[in-house]
């Protein structure tokens, strides 16, 4: 982001090795990959399901026990998982003195650790949740879905104070459209389990994941400038708190 930070604090970029360098500047480049992936997760696997709706039809569904595409979502969804995790160490590791940013790395750290479990928890298809056979994984589908939800605001809110007022600004937008999107999504849910049209679900959802998907690739952009605004030797780099 431009402008100026709003705190400063200096790091000692001359002490790292090109190689350290090098690993964190590819570690936050996964942050950007992981949302590219998502997003070609969502639109390709979604066009191998005959009759299945973006706009009235959750994520979820795509990998749903007795959905037709839930194999194709298993792989890539694991990279998924692989990305986002390397994305928030490589925040961690970014995150010099500054308290926000290694707060941020471990949460989405926890947030892509979660994707371990997400194979564990899937929900069945609306078919059969109207006729009852609803299982404990339906109950953990829900229950991580909120805790997703969670970690995504948590990230964000903190986050939201690593830079200057334009990345706030942004963050702070970006919240809005994400609690109301998310919202949106929570209250059609239980039109899910009875089987009844949801004929926006997919589009609250859709809007509220892309917010989360897009905050991570500018926040990649961000730390990824300050390294580009470092001095290479001799100097004191600057990182915004």
């Known amino acids: 982001m431009s402008g100026r930070p709003s705190i400063l604090w200096p790091v000692d970029f001359s002490k790292a090795s090109a190689g350290m360098t090098m690993l964190r500047r590819s570690l936050l480049l996964c942050g950007m990959l992981s949302s590219l992936l998502y997003a070609a997760m969502t639109l390709l696997v979604a066009m191998q399901w005959e009759g299945y709706s973006s706009a009235s039809q959750t994520i979820s569904e795509l990998s749903a026990i007795g959905a037709p595409t839930r194999s194709l979502w298993a792989l890539p969804a694991a990279f998924y998982t692989v990305l986002v995790m390397a994305f928030g160490w490589g925040v961690w590791m970014s995150a010099g003195r500054s308290r926000a940013l290694r707060a941020v790395g471990r949460l989405i750290l926890v947030y892509g650790a979660l994707g371990l479990v997400w194979p564990f928890a899937?929900?069945?298809?609306?078919?059969?949740?109207a006729a009852g056979g609803g299982t404990l994984s339906d109950t953990m589908h829900i229950a991580l879905g909120a805790v997703t939800v969670v970690l995504m605001i948590a990230a964000m809110v903190v986050g939201a104070t690593a830079f200057?007022?334009?990345?706030r600004v942004y963050s702070m937008a970006s919240l809005f459209v994400l609690v109301v999107c998310g919202a949106l999504t929570f209250w059609d849910a239980p039109r899910i389990g009875a089987n009844l049209p949801t004929p926006w679900i997919g589009v609250w959802e859709r809007v509220n994941i892309?917010?989360?998907?897009?905050?991570?690739?500018?926040?990649?952009?961000?730390?990824?400038?300050?390294?580009?605004?470092?001095p290479?030797?001799?100097?004191?780099?600057?990182?915004?708190a």
């Open 122 to 129: 899937p929900m069945h298809v609306r078919e059969v949740l």
């Open 164 to 167: 200057g007022r334009r990345f």
């Open 210 to 230: 892309g917010v989360f998907l897009l905050w991570v690739v500018v926040l990649a952009v961000a730390l990824l400038r300050i390294d580009d605004r470092a």
């Open 232 to 240: 290479s030797t001799g100097r004191q780099g600057m990182v915004a």
